[in-house]
């Protein structure tokens, strides 16, 4: 049993994708799935029960560690400018099993992510149905509770097959809704940012650290789910025109922009509130109901219900071309590899994971699946940054032309001790959780994928 079989891939290798996109799509693709929960959600609980106004710290160091991690995203993209992301870099470097976690790990990543934001989504979108008296029946409100009497989430449902039934579509007509849903989501921000900073009150950021450090870190590690979603880029490759320029650029362009951003709403926020009241499911509309401008709440909160379906169509655009990915190579059914003649896209992958998306944010309350989601992205991550590292022995540095991570060894392996620092920071649950989906994994990959594997029947013949 060879577990570590190496994939060949073809530099000039022909695609029945279309090949599209340009450097433009691709930042709006990262952005899109970069910046939603971070800013409309994650910012009020982490500065309330973990950082203070020193959250501006955990964005600098959860930051660090995603752009250490996406310089290796960048240069892979930029050398093997094929679909797949993580799992097929380290299917070339490290050989197929270890390109199954990493592919199990994105999957998790993924679908969790796409579930869990539809499910933020209906709660925004009840909340604004119950400002208009408009109330749905207890039992069509929220996952699987019978405590609660609540059974189904019926909109996170609804949305989900939206959103699956549109990436069905033709890739540029796929991200057409997704780029205007980025401007949209600019505008938002821009709005609270030049609104809110003239209710910034300075004595609010004091004590500044209320939590010291160990409250930073903390807070890095929670803060770490908002910056997921970066490598959507890498998984559109074949699809990109001049993949091994503007792969790259989008990743590192999408990574820095949601960073300032980041950066700036947290300190306007914390400015206006004091952050002991910010444990709130809107944190940002909050603060403007704070100073009391009910009115930009309102507007903020339906800027967040529609930019925050740029994350589901981005995660499940990543998620379907995953599916497809790893099929091709036999460690999934077939039947996902399979492109609509009309629209060149892979629907049946799409509509696969859509099945399990919906599953999962119509059904589970996924609280503790968020830090799972960071566990399985931070594990993956530290496989890239070691997969650079393999890749420098086995093809030598970059041709001219090709983005180069600077620093190696040095960096990749700074950036794997500040992944194994943010795991060391999350839940005795998670780590549980995490154990047991990846004895799942593991168990799929030696009961269907090891033996369907397109490498196993190359062996046979």
């Not at 934001?117 to 699987?144: C, E, K, R």
Request: charged share 15%.
């Amino acid at each position: 049993m060879d577990l570590f079989r190496k994939k060949v891939i073809q530099r000039e290798s022909v695609t029945n994708l279309k090949k599209e996109l340009k450097l433009k799509d691709l930042i709006m693709l990262g952005i899109g799935a970069i910046i939603g929960t971070g800013i409309f959600v994650v910012t009020g609980t982490a500065s309330a029960e973990y950082a203070g106004p020193a959250l501006i710290l955990s964005f600098v160091v959860a930051g660090i560690v995603v752009v250490l991690s996406g310089l290796s995203f960048a240069e892979f993209a930029s050398r093997i400018p094929v679909l797949g992301g993580a799992y097929s870099y380290l299917y070339v470097v490290f050989g197929e099993f270890t390109a199954w976690l990493a592919g199990w790990f994105l999957i998790c990543e993924f679908l969790l992510a796409v579930s869990s934001v539809a499910s933020g989504w209906s709660g925004y979108v009840q909340g604004f149905l119950a400002s208009a008296d408009i109330h749905l029946p207890t039992a069509l409100t929220g996952g699987y509770d019978p405590s609660k009497g609540t059974y189904i989430d019926l909109i996170a449902g609804l949305v989900i097959i939206f959103v699956t039934l549109w990436v069905s579509q033709e890739a540029k007509k796929a991200l057409r809704l997704n780029n205007a849903m980025v401007w949209v989501k600019f505008g938002v921000i821009l709005l609270f940012i030049v609104f809110g900073a003239f209710f910034v009150e300075p004595d609010n950021w004091q004590p500044f650290m209320p939590f010291g450090f160990a409250g930073v870190f903390n807070g890095a590690a929670l803060v770490f789910f908002a910056f997921l979603g970066f490598d959507a880029v890498a998984m559109a490759a074949e699809e990109v025109e001049d993949a091994k320029k503007n792969v790259p650029r989008g990743i590192i362009g999408s990574i820095a922009i949601a960073t300032v951003l980041y950066i700036i709403v947290t300190l306007i926020m914390t400015g206006i509130v004091p952050f002991a009241e910010l444990g709130v499911n809107d944190p940002v509309a909050f603060a403007m109901r704070y100073v009391g401008h009910g009115v930009v709440g309102s507007i903020i909160s339906v800027g967040a219900i529609l930019t925050l379906l740029t994350v589901t169509i981005a995660m499940m655009y990543s998620l379907a071309r995953l599916l497809y990915a790893i099929s091709k190579d036999g460690l999934l059914p077939k039947a996902m590899q399979a492109i609509d003649p009309k629209h060149k896209t892979p629907k049946k992958a799409t509509y696969i994971a859509g099945v399990f998306a919906f599953f999962f944010a119509a059904a589970f309350p996924l609280n503790i699946l968020a830090e799972l989601t960071n566990i399985a992205a931070l594990s993956y991550m530290i496989l890239m940054s070691l997969g650079i590292i393999k890749l420098r022995k086995m093809m030598g540095p970059p041709a001219k032309g090709e983005f180069k991570v600077p620093l190696v060894p040095l960096l990749p392996l700074l950036s794997v001790a500040s992944c194994l620092f943010l795991m060391t920071r999350l839940q005795t649950a998670t780590w549980i959780v995490f154990g047991i989906s990846l004895v799942i994994g593991i168990a799929i990959y030696f009961v269907y994928g090891y033996r369907n594997s397109e490498l196993n029947e190359k062996i046979d013949e």
